[in-house]
């Protein structure tokens, strides 16, 4: 079973930035597509970014322009960069990964981890 963790979190204000970070742990090369999604207190978790294991990356029209996302050459390893953040970015955020090559911001990946919490103050 691939797992996934999480770190980077934390509390900042708005305009600052923070870097996400996502290991990936046993089975790492069957990983072929992996993304970052969020979700807010009484909100639908959303897709934010995701990638394929050939570097394409996609991006929601809400991030464009201040986030970032890229992974190391295996895939071992997933970044989120958060640059100019948003007090309407605070949420917890989650890693996820499919074998399948997905770039995909919908719910159908099939490992997630367990989140790390962002929060941005006005």
């Known amino acids: 079973q691939v797992q996934l963790v999480e770190s980077g979190g934390g509390s900042v204000q708005s305009g600052g930035s923070l870097r996400l970070s996502c290991a990936v742990s046993r089975y790492t090369n069957s990983i072929r597509s992996m993304a970052w999604f969020r979700q807010a207190p009484g909100k639908e978790r959303e897709g934010v970014a995701a990638t394929n294991s050939d570097g394409s990356t996609l991006y929601a029209d809400s991030v464009k322009g201040r986030f970032t996302i890229s992974q190391d050459n295996a895939m071992n390893t997933l970044y989120l960069q958060m640059d100019s953040l948003k007090p309407e970015d605070t949420a917890m955020y989650y890693c996820?990964?499919?074998?399948?090559?997905?770039?995909?911001?919908?719910?159908?990946?099939?490992?997630w981890g367990q989140g790390t919490q962002v929060t941005v103050s006005s």
């Open positions: 996820a990964a499919d074998p399948r090559r997905r770039k995909a911001l919908d719910s159908g990946y099939i490992y």
